[in-house]
Structures are given as C-alpha cells and as structure tokens.
C-alpha cells in the first residue's frame, strides 16, 4: 500500500507550494488576444486552459478575477487563442504584465498583429498556431456551498483555425516540433 500525504484544501495542504496546479499539469497556456468594444486591444496568458469538445471545436480559460480579457469578451463575444511557444516565450512573458486597460501588450512585446478572417481580433503573427474563437458561455464558478469565487470560465467555439505548414507533415500536425510552452505547476514551472 502507497503512503499518501492527504490534506483538505479548505484547510491547507502543508507543503512548501500548493501541489494542486502541479499535480494537473503539463497545462497548454492560454495565451488569449481580445479587443473591447472600443478597440483597445489586449493580449494576456492564462495557465487554467484546455479543449472542451470536438464537434463544435470548444475551449476554454479560466481568469482568476475579473480581467481585460473578461470584460473585452463579455462586450464583444468573440477572441483569438494564440499557441505560446519556445521561440516567443519571452514575449509572452511580457504580455502577462499587469497594465492600464488601454495599453496594447501587442507593442509592450514586440509581437505583430495579424488580422483575423472569422473575429475582428488581431492573431498574434509570430504564433505557429491560432484559432478564432465565438464565446459560448462566460461563467462564474462557485465552490460546493454555492459562495461565488472571484474566477471566471471564458468558454469559446473555434470557428477558424491557423497552423503553420512546417507543423504539418502526411497531414499530421507534429505537436513536440511545435514546442509549445506548457504550465507545470509550482512556482512558475513550465514544460517545454
């Protein structure tokens, strides 16, 4: 029989760092362009990310608080997820500053912006893979007793895909070559 370190979470998991981000993981980032309704532009990575379903393509990011990202969705339904990776992971980095709502992380970062064909948020250029994404839910989660959290579930519907054709090889997609940067928990892990 294993020994096993149990806690519950409501009341502390008495290790160095929170386990429970590292335990789920490696997580893709969620590296998300949106735009208010004004047009500023805003361009954020999210560590609580994945695909939801096929048919409709579905994914989704949670943001812990109420974001740029958040709000610029809610008033436009629509954004871009961005695919992060090792040749421009410094300049998502960059991107997860905190900054005043009207500046563009686009500049603060270097990244070019690319005009979508199905949203009218930008795709960041330099990105091997992006999709354009209609929201279909915008949730805030809430604990087993019903208390609302200060997080919100962004869920979209891909209605266009990008992908680099150098990924691409007998009409497979070659995820490793790809080196996408992925959350690995702790304290700012990533898997490469």
Not at 93 to 103: G, R
Not at 166 to 171: A, F, K, N, Y
Request: glycine share 8%; net charge negative; hydrophobic share 40%.
């Amino acid at each position: 029989m294993t020994d096993f370190h149990f806690y519950e979470p409501a009341n502390g998991h008495g290790l160095k760092h929170d386990p429970f981000n590292a335990i789920v993981g490696p997580r893709p980032i969620g590296w998300i362009s949106s735009h208010d309704a004004k047009g500023h532009v805003n361009l954020a990575p999210y560590s609580f990310f994945n695909a939801f379903n096929y048919h409709p393509p579905i994914i989704g990011f949670s943001s812990i608080g109420w974001k740029d990202s958040v709000s610029n969705i809610q008033e436009t339904g629509e954004f871009c997820w961005n695919l992060a990776t090792k040749h421009i992971g410094e300049q998502m980095n960059m991107t997860s500053a905190s900054v005043p709502h009207e500046t563009d992380e686009f500049t603060i970062s270097g990244l070019t912006k690319v005009p979508s064909q199905k949203v009218k948020v930008p795709r960041v250029g330099e990105s091997l893979a992006s999709f354009e994404c209609k929201l279909t839910q915008l949730i805030q989660l809430e604990g087993a007793d019903g208390a609302k959290a200060d997080t919100w579930m962004v869920f979209g519907e891909v209605v266009a895909v990008y992908i680099a054709k150098s990924l691409i090889r007998d009409g497979i997609y070659q995820t490793a070559e790809a080196r996408p940067i992925l959350r690995a928990g702790r304290m700012g892990d990533y898997a490469r």
